[in-house]
Each structure stands twice: as C-alpha cells, then as structure tokens.
C-alpha cells in the first residue's frame, strides 16, 4: 500500500462540498424571495384580464376596472404608487398597470418592473 500523504490534496472534497451548499443555499434564497413576488404578478395579471373581460360582458366603463384593481391590489402584494391607465374603445376595454417592487437580497435590491396591458376579448361585448 502507498502511504504517502499529499498534503496539497487535504480537505479539498470538503471545501467543494462547501462550495457546492453555499450555492445552493444562495440558489434558494433567491428563489423564496423572487418566486412569491412573481406568482403574484402573475394572479394580478390574471385578474386585470378578468376584469375587462368582465367589464365589457357587463357594458361597464373603464372607469370602473381601475376602480376594481386598485380595490383588489393589496391582496396581490401590488405596492399602492402602482399606475393604472384605462380606456374604451369600439366596445373593447384595455387596461395598462405599471409599477416597481424592491425585492431585497443580502448584498442587492432588485427592482421588479411590472408592466402588464390587458385587452378585452371582442366577442364579449354587449350590443
């Protein structure tokens, strides 16, 4: 058997292994703090479609899909200096939201843009 120690190879797997569980420890934090803030636009993004729709079934003003999305926002996580332009035209109503969310990380803060225009389906409209 070769005994010989070699003093330059000593601790190396560990170091790796080290290497390899900061990375994915970082890899989840990231992950539990993005994901939530995503999957929440994307509920948003869903409502804001509901909603024309649903305004245009109903011969609603855009008016009132502002109204509705600005009452269902915290419940989305949405921060209050979002901005919401609606409008109507030829029996379709589209609605634009904007706004900026900080998610924070150890060492960063990302600034999450939302930037999401929804439309009405056009066979919904009532005549």
């Known amino acids: 058997m070769n005994t ?4 330059s ?5 560990r170091l790796k292994f080290m290497v390899v569980v900061a990375i994915i420890a970082i890899g989840v934090y990231c992950g539990y703090q993005f994901i939530p803030v995503e ?5 948003f993004r869903d409502l804001m ?16 899909v502002q109204d509705q ?3 269902s926002a ?3 996580g949405v921060p209050n200096d979002l901005t ?25 803060v990302y600034n999450y843009e939302f930037d999401h225009t929804a439309k009405s389906a056009t066979f919904l409209s009532v005549k």
Do not use: C
């Not at 190879?9 to 797997?13: C, D, I, P, T, V």
């Not at 999957?39 to 509920?43: F, S, T, V």
């Open 84 to 108: 919401i332009s609606a409008s109507q035209q030829d029996n379709r109503v589209e609605v634009r939201v904007q706004y900026t969310q900080a998610i924070e990380f150890p060492l960063y």
């Open 69 to 71: 999305l600005i009452k």
């Open 39 to 43: 999957y929440d636009a994307y509920q």
């Open 4 to 7: 010989v120690t070699r003093k």
């Open 49 to 64: 479609q509901h909603d024309v729709d649903a305004a245009v079934a109903m011969g609603k003003p855009a008016s009132w």
């Open 9 to 13: 190879e000593l601790g190396s797997a």
């Open 74 to 76: 915290p419940e989305y």
